[in-house]
């Protein structure tokens, strides 16, 4: 087909907003997609299924699409979404009885293959090692359960669907970005050696997987955003040759601006080589433009063959956890602060019996406050342990006994609670060629899907990104200015690792960041990363550095002690901090 395909998201993650489906509708889109699974989101499902067997799939999908079925199918919209999670299979019969209901006849298509647990044992022992790529330790040697084993497939299964005259496509773990590459590739009739056109695809796929992250949420300038309305979700129109337009619907609110669709590039990515299933897509060559109001082209994104791996995201059961927070007021913080810990480590009979004993003091006090708010800070404790009745009521019971023995003005944000069970996230790679994966049709039939490393195709035209500008970074007196004076920021969570992208607000400012932010530079701003290593990547053309660090949030968003687990307000952070920055430049 000629003319680009556009593809709308409705969903960045399992509990987004239910009516953004319906909203997505009230506009022209050919392919209606969703995006349900976190890494977390797979042991979220896995407990769900340990309730009910016939769960383990995304169950707010089946609400959003009771609303807009009959819409999609008397317009001719498909519907793609990964909502099938554990039990693609499960959801799908859940689609056909729903289409029954409501007097429909829906085609309705499924893909397998992603789940390893089945095969586990056996691919260890064939001397497949599972190697966590944060920590380099193989598998065998985490001596916990592991209850989730997914390998991140690619679009081609959607393809195949698409072309088999499916409506609806249910996915399991597949890479966010295949929701956009395989309806892009079955719209347009891409070959497997297509590399720009899919790593176009790619970042499109990247921009539009988060919602409302592409379209003014979660941005450093909130003053860009003239709509402060609740942001319409966004839609990629990719034309043939992989470029796009990332847009919203008229009327909607947000904005959708070359800021904004930096921001969502550099989220939760590792170097500028964007490794998926399908091509590896090099962010350092994508250009972006403002083509109009809330149109924003990406183009110039270069592609290569992919490997011949496929990562997979395993979850393990960590054991249980429990928290308590005390609140301080007043004077003499941290003197109360080691008063509490103290007395509950006399209560408790010492700190020896958990696996993990973790202490935080969280400052928001203000000397001479105005409120009493203002003047209190948290003692946060977290207990970890293989026990749940270690961590349970014994836990935060001996907390309420400090209630009257304690410090001055001792009270709780929470009663006390009950243990919970957390996890810990593994990421690993498996030769992609041990991976079956198999597409089932609306008529029955079932395909297997062949992975693009398995083919053979002609070779690739190197890839090189382009060279920065040579910039003079103005000389002369320096102020000491907050850095989000110069960049904005946005941050995430990749497992147990963390990343920062930072893009500079002129070309300027890019030459200045790009020579002031060292690494060094980096671990002294952000302290908690100083012991840690920390990868430094650059991507001119976008005005932007990355920075990845490794076992900042270890053991994984479940199981880490960390405030914030998921490092959403890491970027924030940062951009606080006071640097030096040319005054030629302010």
């Not at 890479?175 to 347009?188: E, F, K, R």
Request: contains cysteine; hydrophobic residues 40%; charged residues 20%.
């Amino acid at each position: 087909m000629a003319r680009p395909v556009r593809i709308a998201n409705c969903s960045g993650f399992y509990g987004d907003r239910l009516a953004a489906a319906r909203e997505m509708l009230a506009g022209p889109v050919d392919v209606l997609t969703g995006d349900y699974l976190a890494e977390l989101t797979m042991l979220i499902l896995w407990k769900a299924r340990q309730k009910d067997s016939g769960l383990g799939y995304a169950s707010t999908f089946l609400r959003q699409l009771e609303e807009v079925l009959g819409t999609c199918l008397e317009r001719g919209v498909k519907v793609v979404a990964n909502a099938g999670g554990l039990n693609p299979g499960g959801l799908a019969s859940k689609i056909t009885e729903l289409s029954g209901r409501l007097g429909l006849n829906t085609r309705v298509a499924y893909l397998t293959g992603d789940d390893l647990i089945p095969a586990l044992g056996d691919l260890q022992a064939a001397g497949h090692e599972f190697v966590n790529l944060d920590t380099g330790l193989p598998l065998a040697k985490a001596d916990r359960p592991v209850v989730t084993a997914n390998a991140y497939l690619g679009g081609w299964g959607i393809t195949a669907a698409l072309q088999a005259g499916a409506d609806v496509v249910v996915c399991p773990r597949v890479t966010d970005a295949s929701l956009v590459t395989g309806p892009a590739a079955w719209w347009h009739g891409w070959r497997r050696d297509d590399w720009d056109a899919l790593a176009g695809a790619v970042a499109a796929g990247h921009v539009i997987e988060c919602g409302p992250q592409a379209t003014g949420g979660n941005y450093s300038f909130p003053a860009e955003i003239t709509n402060r309305r609740y942001p319409g979700f966004p839609i990629a129109e990719v034309a043939a040759d992989g470029r796009s337009i990332i847009t919203k619907h008229d009327g909607t609110g947000g904005v959708v601006s070359v800021g904004t669709v930096t921001a969502q590039l550099l989220y939760e990515i590792g170097e500028p080589a964007y490794l998926n299933p399908d091509v590896v897509a090099h962010f350092d060559t994508i250009r972006l433009a403002q083509e109009g109001p809330d149109r924003v082209a990406l183009t110039g994104t270069r592609g290569s063959p992919p490997p011949d791996t496929l990562k997979v995201a395993l979850n393990m059961l960590g054991g249980y956890r429990n928290t308590t927070t005390m609140v301080l007021t007043g004077l003499d913080i941290e003197e109360k602060a080691e008063r509490a810990v103290a007395l509950l480590t006399e209560v408790l009979g010492g700190t020896e019996q958990f696996d993990e004993f973790d202490v935080r003091l969280l400052r928001f006090d203000h000397p001479d406050a105005p409120t009493n708010e203002q003047a209190t800070a948290h003692l946060r404790i977290t207990v970890k342990d293989q026990d749940e009745r270690t961590v349970g009521r014994a836990f935060s019971n001996a907390a309420v006994e400090l209630a009257l023995a304690g410090y001055a003005g001792f009270h709780t944000t929470t009663p006390p609670t009950a243990a919970s069970a957390f996890g810990v996230y593994w990421p690993a790679v498996v030769p992609a060629a041990v991976v079956t994966q198999q597409v089932h049709l609306p008529d029955g039939e079932t395909q297997a899907v062949r992975h693009t490393s398995d083919l053979s195709h002609g070779p690739a035209a190197p890839v090189t990104g382009p060279p920065p500008a040579v910039l003079v970074i103005p000389s002369g007196p320096t102020r000491d200015v907050p850095l989000g004076r110069m960049c904005g920021a946005r941050s995430g969570d990749k497992g147990g690792a963390a990343n920062v992208g930072l893009w500079a607000v002129s070309p300027e400012a890019y030459a200045w960041l790009r020579g002031y932010l060292t690494v060094d530079r980096f671990k002294g701003l952000l302290t908690e990363a100083a012991s840690l290593p920390v990868e430094r990547y650059e991507l001119p053309n976008l005005l932007a550095l990355n920075f990845v660090v490794p076992g900042l949030l270890a053991p994984g968003v479940s199981g880490t002690t960390r405030p914030d687990a998921q490092a959403k307000g890491l970027g924030e952070y940062l951009r606080s901090r006071l640097v030096p920055v040319p005054a030629a430049l302010l």
